[in-house]
């Protein structure tokens, strides 16, 4: 799938556009989740798209995952790929509590521990941002 292509969609679906980001989305790996409002076994397809998301080995995507997972109301796999991004150092914070997509999941506990990882994530590198590469 062409970046572009992806981003558009993402870009279509925070701004409400729903019909017009679902193309543009669905050749993404576990893409038909972005649908999961409209699919007949929601939570099939949600562990469907955890696990596809899962096996890609990339933090970014885990993320764009949890986002999508999370923008279709399925709160537990999106805090799960949520909380394995920012184990392993894709520090989400703070866009976090920028992200739309998270609008829906945002009061519950277990998005404040999944922000209170990506805080820590964040901290642990903080100090880096000082360093001077001349």
């Known amino acids: 799938m062409e970046f572009g292509s992806f981003m558009l969609g993402h870009v ?14 669905q050749p993404v790996p576990a893409g038909d989740s972005y649908a999961l409002a409209r699919e007949c076994r929601p939570d099939e397809a ?7 998301f899962l096996a890609i080995p990339d933090a970014d995507a ?9 923008w279709a109301g399925k709160e537990q796999p999106a805090l799960r790929l949520l909380d394995t991004a920012a184990k392993h150092n894709f520090c989400t914070y703070p866009s976090l509590d920028r992200d739309t ?7 519950a506990p277990a998005f404040r521990e999944a922000r209170q990882t990506a805080i820590a994530c964040r901290d642990k590198f903080a100090p880096y941002t000082k360093i001077r590469i001349p």
């Open 62 to 70: 885990w993320y764009s995952g949890a986002s999508m997972l999370a």
């Open 46 to 52: 949600a562990k469907r798209s955890e696990a596809s």
């Open 101 to 107: 997509m998270f609008d829906s999941i945002r009061n």
């Open 12 to 25: 279509l679906l925070r701004e409400g556009r729903i019909d017009e980001a679902l193309p543009q989305l």
